[in-house]
Structure formats: structure tokens, C-alpha cells
């Protein structure tokens, strides 16, 4: 890139959204590149990721994670391929992840950037099932909710990217029984028919809590929780004693407004149940135990994926609202031209 063409377009947060997002919060602007500084690589991006966890950035309030800046580049996760480098750690045409999607090309600290291995898998899946996608899921289910053999587990937003990969990821490890929550038939057929869930509940057909009564009519030991809301007040009421609940999410809240179904905590303190929160990046050190298990499982066919895919970073808004509207099945993705 010559200093002549050293510009690239990007995505900043225009305004702070009020409840739903519109596309009016976002502006894809043009800006210049800076030069490198030692230790530094430019990365032109090739895929990027969208996760709802982002809207919660957009509002300016105080949370684990700093809320985005008005007038600058958002961020997430993203691949691409090293065009400069001032790094010997990473030389020109190394393909790395790292946390600076949202734009054509990132200067990025190198120390910050990891260089992926292409041949075990193409480049977007170490955004979805070998990224911190996958990732959250496993550690959900072996450390945060800990599956034992024969378990009964209730996965939420089961179709989407982190529900599809936990499901199986659950028979993996000895779930018996294995039900998954989606909104439409088309996501429930999916779940069972492509994903290999026992059952699949479509919580947009009503009456939650009658159907996972019917999925798991002896109740349930394991429950992943990325929606909240009724999803968990349902949960809570289904668990078997000494049950165990990841708190992964809570999309139905994320937008504001008032709860549609608080969850009874007393009843889960009376089930001895144990509810644990959970942040994937106090898992990163378990990435390569994690990566080493996963990449066999994708190559085997045991692990299935799949992707919703918008075309160009000018359809990056557009990617959001659809992931917080339930409109991606599988992992919600940018590719970058």
C-alpha cells in the first residue's frame, strides 16, 4: 500500500442507538492509514465477525468491556492476511485473527495478533467453531455448567453460532439427551435434522415451558443460557436438583425494556441449582486444548457448521441488525473484497 492509495474505509459508530438499533447509528467513512510503528503489521481484512454482545458496547454505560466511541471504528474479531510488517514475529503474507474487524485494513500491535494455520481449516472458521465462538461453548459446558454423562442439556438461541456448536459439542461429552431452542420450523429442522439434537423447541410456536416439558419430561441437568428472560425463568423451572446453568447471554434484554418473565431465584436456590456467569476471555488459555479437540471434530464431519454470509463492509450494519433480530443461522459473518 503506497502512500498515495494509504486510505481505507471503515465503520464508526455515528450515534448511540435508543432501544433497537436502526442503520442510521452507523457511517462508513474513509480514512487514512497511519504509518507503522515498530511492532506493528498491517492487516487487510478478508472476513469479519458480528456478535449481538456488541450492542451492548454501543450504549455508553460502564460494563467488563469499554463501551465503542462515538465518531470512531468499531471492533471485533477478524482474519486476514499481513501486507506490512514492521514484526519479525510476523512476516508479509502471514494470515492472522485478531481484534480489529469493522474496517478494510487494521493496524495492529503484533503482540495482538495471531498468526492461524490454514491448512487445519479455512480462514472464517477461526471466527466461528475455532474462534472464541467455539470456545465459549466448551468452556460453557466443561468448566461453567460442567457436563456429566447421561445429562439431559437445554441449549438457547440454538441455532445461531454458539448454540450450534455447543449442541454437539454436548454429545461430545456425553450429554444423553441434547434439546435446542430456535425461533421458526425452518431453524428447528436444522437442530436435528443437520446439527444432531434429540429435540428442538420453536419458541416463536408459544407455551415455552410445555414444550420443553414434552422435550425433557423427567426435567433437565444442564442448561446454556444465551437469551435470558423467559428462556431462563423456563430453565430454572424445568432443572433437576444440583443442576447447573451457563450465563453466556441475554439477547432478549439487550435492547432495553422491561423483562417479558423474571426467573424465579428462589426456586433455584430451593433445587440447590447452580447459576455461574461466564467472560470467554478468562478461557483464552484453554484455546489450544480447545483447537486441538475442535479441528479434528470439523475435519471428521462431527463438528457441522454453518454460516450466514453478508458481502462487503458496507453490509456490516445490516449483518448486526440481523444477528439481533435471530436472522443468522450459524455464525454471522462479513467478507471483506
Do not use: C
Not at 152 to 174: D, E, K, M, W, Y
Not at 236 to 256: D, F
Amino acid at each position: 500500500m503506497t502512500s498515495q492509495t494509504r486510505s481505507a474505509r471503515e465503520i464508526q459508530l455515528a450515534t448511540r442507538p435508543d432501544g433497537v438499533p436502526t442503520a442510521a447509528n452507523f457511517a462508513l467513512v474513509e480514512r487514512p492509514v497511519p504509518e507503522l510503528a515498530a511492532g506493528q503489521i498491517l492487516v487487510r481484512n478478508t472476513w469479519m465477525s458480528v456478535d449481538p454482545y456488541m450492542r451492548g458496547r454501543m450504549d455508553d454505560k460502564e460494563s467488563y468491556i469499554p463501551p465503542f466511541e462515538l465518531g470512531a471504528a468499531l471492533e471485533g474479531s477478524a482474519v486476514g492476511e499481513v501486507i506490512e510488517s514492521r514484526s519479525a514475529a510476523i512476516p508479509v503474507g502471514t494470515t492472522v485473527s485478531h481484534f480489529a474487524g469493522w474496517r478494510e485494513v487494521a493496524v495492529v500491535d503484533a503482540e495482538h495478533a495471531t498468526p492461524i494455520d490454514t491448512t487445519v481449516a479455512a480462514a472464517h472458521h477461526f471466527l466461528g467453531a475455532l474462534g472464541t465462538t467455539g470456545l465459549t461453548a466448551y468452556a460453557a459446558l466443561t468448566d461453567v455448567a460442567p457436563i456429566r454423562p447421561g445429562d439431559t442439556v437445554f441449549i438457547s438461541a440454538a441455532a445461531g453460532a454458539v448454540g450450534s456448536v455447543a449442541g454437539q459439542i454436548a454429545r461430545a461429552l456425553g450429554a444423553g439427551r441434547v434439546i435446542g431452542s430456535a425461533g421458526g420450523p425452518v431453524k428447528t429442522a436444522l437442530l436435528r435434522e443437520e446439527f444432531g439434537f434429540d429435540a428442538a423447541i420453536d419458541y416463536r410456536a408459544g407455551d415455552l415451558a410445555g414444550q420443553l416439558a414434552a422435550a425433557a419430561p423427567e426435567g433437565i441437568d444442564v442448561y446454556l443460557d444465551s437469551v435470558g428472560g423467559e428462556h431462563l425463568k423456563v430453565a430454572i423451572e424445568a432443572m433437576r436438583r444440583g443442576g447447573r446453568i451457563a450465563l453466556v447471554g441475554a439477547i432478549s434484554g439487550y435492547n432495553g425494556g422491561q423483562a417479558a418473565a423474571v426467573p424465579d431465584l428462589y426456586l433455584a436456590a430451593t433445587k440447590e441449582i447452580t447459576l455461574r456467569g461466564m467472560l470467554v476471555s478468562s478461557y483464552f488459555p484453554l484455546f489450544g486444548e480447545y483447537i486441538g479437540k475442535a479441528a479434528g471434530w470439523l475435519a471428521e464431519g462431527a463438528l457441522r457448521t454453518r454460516e450466514t454470509v453478508y458481502e462487503g463492509l458496507e453490509q456490516a450494519p445490516a449483518a448486526f441488525l440481523g444477528v439481533l433480530a435471530g436472522a443468522n443461522t450459524g455464525k454471522m459473518l462479513v467478507r471483506l473484497g
